[in-house]
């Protein structure tokens, strides 16, 4: 009798601790992990991505430096994979899974890069000699703050829109 109220006891001080852990894992992440898809002519495209928040920053040229590489999300850098070679701004990109960062600048065109390492943190070790592709875009101003970064796959290319700004990306 007495060991099998130590095994139930045991059990119910195991259920609490999980209940307990399963509590604190239910608050929100600051950058949840988010996933874009789509097909376009034909490819398909996934992105992943961790979606950070303004918060009332200032992101571009305060928390998002100018004139710097930076993961295009947070956390892990982004990826981009696609099934088939496709044509980004004109230009071939193998099919393949690729680490997207961008460099934004105050000019309005940013650069965006695909590069060959897809599993890296951050921006960190980032090996600009590893690109696979870069190509200039023009990003757009948007009408209302996007509070949480998001990226949209259409059928003529994707976007990561943020804070005031749309980064659209033509895709082929």
């Given amino acids: ?63 998002e430096a100018y004139d710097k590489v930076w993961r295009a999300g947070a956390n892990d850098a982004t990826t981009f994979e696609t099934d088939k070679d496709i044509k980004v701004e004109g230009q071939a990109l193998p099919a393949g899974k690729y680490s997207f960062f961008l460099i934004p600048r105050e000019s309005g065109t940013w650069t965006a890069i695909f590069n060959k390492e897809p599993k890296q943190w951050g921006a960190y070790k980032y090996d600009q000699a590893k690109d696979a592709l870069r190509v200039d875009v023009k990003v757009k101003p948007l009408k209302e703050t996007q ?25 082929k």
């Fill in 1 to 63: 009798m007495k060991s099998t109220f130590k095994v139930m006891a045991s059990t119910l001080l195991a259920l609490f601790v999980s209940v307990g852990a399963m509590a604190q894992d239910a608050k929100p992440k600051a950058s949840p992990a988010a996933t874009a898809t789509g097909k376009i002519g034909g490819a398909n495209i996934t992105i992943n991505y961790s979606s950070p928040a303004v918060k009332g920053r200032k992101i571009w040229g305060g928390l």
């Fill in 147 to 171: 509070e949480r970064l998001v990226y949209n796959v259409t059928k003529k290319g994707f976007a990561l829109d943020w804070d005031k700004v749309s980064v659209p990306v033509s895709v």
